[in-house]
């Protein structure tokens, strides 16, 4: 999703749109260390989700937004988010970074992406494969917008870590339109195939929103969702093709198709899932995403996934696809993750798939509080265990604060997402100026019992920060 500035918000934010002249090539990347600052985190007697939480961004670093998180299977001490941002005053400027850790998540460094262009970048996501290997993929553009801009194009790219996200390869196109901004391609997400004995092992895929013309309230301008595959480890990617059946508008509201999140099963089965004018809209690949079936309705999304909020310039409750690739009693079972308000106010909902998607269990409502409180839970987001098979949730969480300020909760089900145990996070209550950009989505990643969520907060400056929990939980699926 993108903003009306060319950047990412439905309300002009402010962000840097060139580098520095020793910027514009794609070289080694700038390492800047973390401050590493930590918290002891307490949380529900008996949950056994003891945590820490770390400040991922150093000081002076601005505006880190749009997190994602992931961690390396062949060494879970090596983790890896990527958000957009900006650096220091007077120091290198670009909207892209990753931070990398290697021990767990307790300290980090940053890493400047290069960003030959200059284009406004953003919609960042970040996974592993079974090699060890991160991607990263994003949307850079310039021109949106614009009645005749300067310059004009935009496009979705990946770039590749082999060395646990210190230094990244040269961005490659997904789909890239030069000189022009319509089509525009917004909001990709992207998977990686880690299943040992699936017969698309290593695909890369990538699921998007195209907009004819992003914001046009022409009713001839529509959005579809787009996908591309890559087969040889992200060096280039297929011909995108269309796989929603039915589109939506192109407001970029609840009535545009938005919230594609890929996931593979444990055949190598492809499955999304997102939000429009239907509902909740799931889809499935059973060739390694060359072909897909017929879209099915899944559920409805009462309040749609556009929810304004006070407090925020934006908010959104699109969904999230995952699957349960571990050997537990819940292997295969399809998760889709979203807030809607059908119990009256703003809360997560989870629900299961089964047989490959074919039969759905009903939505469980995961946050503790009363239904119906008029206290919000927001951007949540979704990551199941492929070793123990627990379905993780994060998501800002308004049921224990004042006015509007947030806290941070992960939620956490071992029994295939039937029942969640609610742990607060220890991030003190923060509210931010509605100017403030604060993205889309948190970030999570979960692996052999350790869970790592990451969100951006305001200090009291008024400036988002970056923090990131760490937990460990023992045990495996019950």
Partial sequence: MVSSTPGFGRRPVALPLVLSAALRVVAPCLLLLASGERARGQTAAGSGGEHEVVRITEPGFRSPAEVSVAINPTDPDNVVVVSLGRGPPGGPRTTNYAYASRDGGRSWTTILHPNPQGRTQGDDAVTFDARGRAFHSYISFEGIRIQRPARAWNGIFVTRSDDGGLTWNDPVPVVDHINTVKPFEDKPWLVTDNVQDSPHRDNVYVAWTRFDVYGSRNPNDSTQILFSRSVDGGESFSVPIRISDSGGNAVDSDDTVEGAVPAVGPGGEVYVAWAGPRGIVFDRSLDGGWTFGTDRVIADNPGGWDLPVPGLARHNGMPVTAVDLSSGAHRGTVYVNWIDERDGDMDVWVMAGEDGGESWKPPVRVEADPPGTS????????????????????????????????????????????SFSVLPIRQAPFRCPETVFYGDYLGLAAHGGRVVAAWPHCLESGELALSAAVFRFGGRER
């Fill in 375 to 418: 206290r919000p839970q927001l951007f949540t987001w979704l990551a199941v265990d492929p070793v123990d098979g627990s379905v993780n949730v994060v998501f800002l969480d308004r049921g224990r604060t004042e006015g509007t300020s947030q806290g941070v909760t992960l939620a956490r089900s071992t029994d295939g997402g039937q």
